[in-house]
């Protein structure tokens, strides 16, 4: 059993997507896991004022 979090993360969604995952790779995997979960807790925690509108969508 995985000790971490992020590790019982990881070992459930390479089961659900049935991708191996080597040893090897867990270091830089969990690393880039924490980088990308700093980064969305940064955009989470920025304050928008209520009036804010979504952004256009244009297309060609």
């Not at 459930?12 to 995952?21: C, E, R, S, T």
């Not at 690393?31 to 920025?46: I, K, P, Q, Y």
Request: aromatic share 6%.
């Amino acid at each position: 059993m995985a000790a971490e979090p992020l590790d019982d993360y990881i070992n459930a969604v390479a089961k659900a997507l049935a991708l191996p995952v080597e040893e090897a790779w867990r270091p830089a995997v969990r690393a880039n896991l924490e980088v990308s979960l700093r980064l969305a807790r940064l955009v989470d925690e920025f304050p928008l004022p209520d009036e804010t509108e979504p952004a256009s969508v244009y297309t060609a």
